[in-house]
């Protein structure tokens, strides 16, 4: 098996870009050790290892589904490796229902939980605050959602671990409704929720 590195956690498939073994290389050990910590911190359980792909598909950045994870290298900057921390926080929580804002959120709030390990990778966050009048559902800013989800953790410190309780709330069978989650944690819904945070956070 030239172009497949097994891993602990992960198995990584190179085969479409077999000069990019370091990399590879770099992010199989990248992934075999942020892989448990995101686990850890949603206390969820390790289920089986994750496929990690490398496609030459123009259209895709990074994507996963079930326990698969493919990224384009062309297309992610070469020093970035938290992209699989949000990746391999979607494939952990495996929602079946959930909304992008908050798939999205959670994702880049654990990214930003384990370390934001390349510096140069970072966009201005300042500056993703300016569509600061749309709403939660429009804010086209990860980075603005995870602040906003971090900004709820700190609100919920004495009811636990918003992130621990969100997910396992939304893994139920039937998943619970995450209005109804956000209206018994906090009094209110998504929406008064976000007026509040932007009127605190930018106003
Ligand atoms: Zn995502």
Known sequence: ???VIEGK???????HF?????RAGQLQEYFDI?????????????????NISMKKDPNL????????IKFNPDRVHVADKGFLIHEGTHVAQNFRQCSEWLMQAMAEYVRLKLGWDNPECLYDFRSSMICRSSGLHEQPSYWVWADFYKWLTER???KGDLLVDFTAAL?????DNEEGFLIEAFGKPSCQL???YVGVRLG
């Open 1 to 3: 098996m030239g172009c």
């Open 9 to 15: 956690y992960c198995r990584l498939d190179y085969s």
């Open 18 to 22: 077999p000069e990019l073994h370091n």
């Open 34 to 50: 942020k892989y448990p910590r995101i686990l850890e911190l949603a206390q969820l359980s390790f289920r089986q290892r994750i």
């Open 61 to 68: 950045d990074a994507a996963s589904w079930d326990d698969n």
């Open 156 to 158: 919920y410190t004495n």
């Open 171 to 175: 893994k139920k069978d039937p998943p």
């Open 194 to 196: 976000w007026m509040e």
